[in-house]
Nanobody, 125 residues
Framework: QVQLVESGGGLVQAGGSLRLSCAAS????????MGWFRQAPGKERDFVAG????????YYADSVKGRFTISRDNAKNTMYLQMNSLKPEDTAVYFC??????????????????WGQGTQVTVSS
């Protein structure tokens, strides 16, 4: 299983920016897809963004398209989520995720094989 550790969460005002990082274990990081999810209090865990390993193809939830950018540095075994123009409704715990089928971007929690511990993002109005 892949071990994942997130960092970079915090408190920011609406309109501000944050960058999340997800460090992954293993020597085959470049070969598999990865994703970001988020979970607000009392709500389900939702897909935010995903990225393929080899091609770097990216896919976003409509709610973050144009504001968030997912990227990866395969040499550092690290994935990132740059979040700009943050809104109070972006407040949630953010999780990085590796899929059960490594070539597929995990679009739902059922498709996830490994989770990070989560990092809190709070956006004040």
């Amino acid at each position: 299983q892949v071990q994942l550790v997130e960092s970079g969460g915090g408190l920011v005002q609406a309109g501000g920016s944050l960058r999340l990082s997800c460090a992954a274990s293993g020597r085959t990081f470049s070969s598999y897809s990865m994703g970001w999810f988020r979970q607000a209090p009392g709500k389900e865990r939702d897909f935010v963004a995903g990225i393929r390993g080899s091609s770097g193809y990216t896919y976003y939830a409509d709610s973050v398209k144009g504001r968030f950018t997912i990227s990866r540095d395969n040499a550092k075994n690290t994935m990132y989520l740059q979040m700009n123009s943050l809104k109070p409704e972006d407040t949630a715990v953010y999780f990085c995720a590796a899929p059960r089928v490594l070539s597929q971007i995990p679009l739902s929690p059922a498709m996830v094989g490994s989770w990070g511990q989560g990092t809190q993002v709070t956006v004040s109005s």
